[in-house]
């Protein structure tokens, strides 16, 4: 079955520890997108990845980092420097192509707690 | 830049009713507009996508409208059952960008009581 997986799915870390979640596809996609959801609010951008090695920074890109080494793959390290790392984190892909726009498909989400 | 509104934010309802779910964004100029259902504590499930050119799509019981001149799209669920119960979320690309990330509301809550 083609589709997104995200692991783990619960995450436990004490302040000040980085900690690196897992993205992989076999939808063959090109376009890679790490989002992040606090209660109340809207899914809000940290990265996007059109191809690989080329990343760009989101909204809120300030405290994570992301690589692109593989198309299938997309981890999302979440720094000490991210003040409030406490979240639902959800990785997306879709196709991309210059002038088109495509359907973005979901993984299942990691939620992460920081204490 | 662009926003997206969803109006309202939670919603309760019978089983069988048929119900509208509203979604609003500030610049007119975009690509496509995405639908999605989120269950607790679970990923985005895609329901459907309507390109720029066209003014609604049909995916069984949901049937989402596009007016771009307006900034509005509309989500209409017939005969809701419980198990239509979740958070519909409404997304939209950056105004004049294609294939690039997706700007969301905050979705509205559906409960719909047998």
């Known amino acids: 079955d083609g589709g997104i997986t995200q692991s783990p799915k619960y995450l436990f870390r004490k302040e000040g520890q980085n900690v690196t979640l897992s993205c992989e596809q076999n939808?063959?996609?090109?376009?890679m997108y790490w989002y992040r959801q606090d209660p109340g609010q809207g899914l809000r951008l940290i990265y996007y990845?059109?191809?690989?090695?080329?990343?760009q920074k989101g909204d809120i890109a300030e405290g994570y980092s992301v690589s692109r080494e593989k198309k299938e793959s997309f981890p999302l390290t979440v720094t000490s420097a991210q003040k409030n790392p406490t979240a639902f984190y959800l990785c997306?892909?879709?196709?991309?192509?210059?002038?088109?726009?495509?359907?973005?498909?979901f993984g299942p989400g990691t939620r992460l707690t920081v204490t | 830049k662009q926003e997206v509104t969803q109006i309202p934010a939670a919603l309760s309802v019978p089983e069988g009713e048929n119900l509208v779910l509203n979604c609003s964004f500030t610049?007119?100029?975009?690509?496509?507009l995405q639908w999605f259902r989120q269950d607790p504590g679970k990923g985005l499930t895609s329901l459907l996508l309507?390109?720029?050119?066209?003014r609604e799509q049909t995916s069984g019981r949901l049937n989402a409208s596009l007016d771009k001149s307006s900034g509005r799209s509309t989500l209409y669920i017939a005969a809701s059952q419980p198990g239509d119960s979740a958070t519909y979320l409404c997304?939209?690309?950056?105004?004049?960008?294609?294939?690039?990330?997706?700007?969301f509301g905050k979705g509205t809550t559906l409960s719909v009581s047998s």
């Open positions: 997306a892909s879709s196709l991309t192509d210059r002038g088109l726009s495509y359907e973005q498909y």
């Open positions: 939808l063959n996609h090109d376009a």
């Open positions: 990845s059109q191809i690989v090695n080329d990343f």
């Open positions: 610049d007119s100029a975009i690509y496509n």
């Open positions: 309507i390109q720029s050119s066209q």
């Open positions: 997304a939209v690309p950056p105004a004049n960008q294609a294939g690039t990330a997706l700007i």
